[in-house]
């Protein structure tokens, strides 16, 4: 059974950072690009973040380029998402993703597999 488990969200003033973890279990986590999507009320899903399978390639929303920083770690099974100078804006449920292919770019959220649960990031001005 495939579980993407986010973790690191909570509360933070606007211009803090947040680190948020998406812990893989059930597959083969190397042959997968994964991503970072999220989603605020009344909102349609949007692309946050995308890596590639082996991690070289990375890929940003233009909302969070120059802020966010995606990474990964493919011995612990763990993507990463490190959120600088966050902005009320980016108040949302973040998810993360799992695409069997290698496009780690593609906002189009129905490419991708697997998900998690999402975790709230909610930030305060």
């Known amino acids: 059974q495939v579980r993407l488990v986010e973790s690191g969200g909570g509360l933070v003033q606007a211009g803090g950072s947040l680190r948020l973890s998406c812990a893989a279990s059930?597959?083969?986590?190397?042959?997968?690009?994964i991503a970072w999507f999220r989603q605020a009320p009344g909102k349609s899903r949007e692309f946050v973040a995308g890596?590639?399978?082996?991690?070289?390639?990375?890929a940003y929303g233009a909302t969070v380029k120059g802020r966010f920083t995606i990474s990964r770690d493919n011995v612990k099974n763990t993507v990463y998402l490190q959120m600088n100078s966050l902005e009320p804006e980016d108040t949302a449920v973040y998810y993360c993703?799992?695409?069997?292919?290698?496009?780690?770019?593609?906002?189009?959220?129905?490419?991708?597999?697997?998900w998690g649960q999402g975790t709230q990031i909610t930030v305060s001005s």
């Open positions: 059930g597959l083969t986590f190397s042959n997968y690009a």
């Open positions: 993703a799992a695409a069997r292919n290698n496009l780690y770019s593609n906002i189009n959220s129905a490419a991708y597999n697997y």
């Open positions: 890596i590639s399978q082996s991690g070289v390639g990375t």
